[in-house]
């Protein structure tokens, strides 16, 4: 038998931690979701990387090979050099959004949210980390897409920073407008829908093949009321030095947008927006 002092004694049962009891970054968590984000895209390479390269280099192929003669210069700079910007930040833009869309619709689709719901991650370290994965898809696929028809253009660099400014902008802005249509998205279809008519058409009106300034009103003015517009401006004036817009301008609508559309991924997340129910 046990006596009342042996019960007394008995150890307690130590209780459970809280699911987030330590204050700071979480940045082991947050920068294996990053890395997880990456390796997503890495392991379908044929598919994430090389498509965009190909598709690219069949749009050159019909502007600069197959239409040669027919395209005059714009403001004396060759077609191909002044296409080619456009081109390369399509690749960007399409291949961000693209990342951190298809992540999280499929992660809910298949029953995966709790693999980054359940660890301990706040809902500025899911945004870090799903944002700047789809940030270095797009980067990278840029990088390549330039590579890959650097011998169709043979181009210089007028202004590196710009370069440098516009691809880091649109792959932040499309990779948090990602994430706010993959957590929107209930099945494929929606997500098909953002991309067939919001994505693309904002896109192609934005200056890719031509210069806004030819286009009649009110198109004119509206396509200045586009932010796609000042990222592939911006971008082109890196490389070739001529502009269609304010370069003023389009720096600070494009930080604006990456703060506004980060805050908005950030409350997301922190509701739970259809991840929880």
Not at 10 to 22: F, H, K, N, W
Not at 95 to 117: C, E, H, R, V
Not at 189 to 212: E, K, R
Request: charged share 10%; net charge positive.
């Amino acid at each position: 038998m046990t006596n009342s002092s042996e019960i007394g004694h008995i150890t307690p049962l130590p209780t459970p931690p809280l699911p987030r009891d330590y204050n700071g970054v979480n940045w082991r968590g947050m920068m294996t979701l990053y890395a997880r984000e990456v390796r997503r895209f890495w392991k379908v390479g044929m598919q994430t990387v090389a498509a965009p390269v190909v598709t690219t280099l069949l749009y050159m192929l019909i502007f600069v090979v197959a239409m040669r003669g027919a395209s005059p210069p714009i403001h004396g700079t060759p077609y191909a050099q002044f296409v080619a910007p456009g081109l390369i930040m399509m690749a960007i833009l399409n291949n961000s959004f693209a990342n951190a869309s298809s992540s999280l619709i499929q992660a809910k689709i298949m029953g995966l949210t709790p693999d980054f719901l359940t660890p301990p991650l706040s809902p500025f370290e899911l945004l870090v980390g799903f944002g700047l994965g789809a940030a270095t898809r797009g980067v990278f696929v840029g990088t390549i897409t330039a590579l890959a028809v650097t011998p169709f253009t043979h181009w210089g660099v007028a202004h590196l920073w710009a370069v440098v400014y516009f691809a880091v902008a649109a792959s932040l802005i499309l990779g948090l407008i990602g994430i706010m249509a993959g957590l929107w998205s209930e099945k494929f279809d929606h997500l098909a829908a953002v991309t067939n008519f919001l994505i693309m058409p904002m896109t192609f009106l934005s200056g890719t093949f031509y210069l806004v300034d030819r286009l009649p009103e009110p198109f004119r003015t509206a396509s200045h009321f586009n932010p796609f517009f000042y990222l592939i401006d911006g971008f082109r004036y890196g490389f070739i030095g001529l502009s269609d817009g304010n370069i003023g301008v389009g720096m600070g609508m494009t930080a604006s947008l990456v703060v506004v559309l980060a805050l908005s991924c950030w409350n997301l997340f922190r509701t739970g927006y259809r991840l929880k129910s």
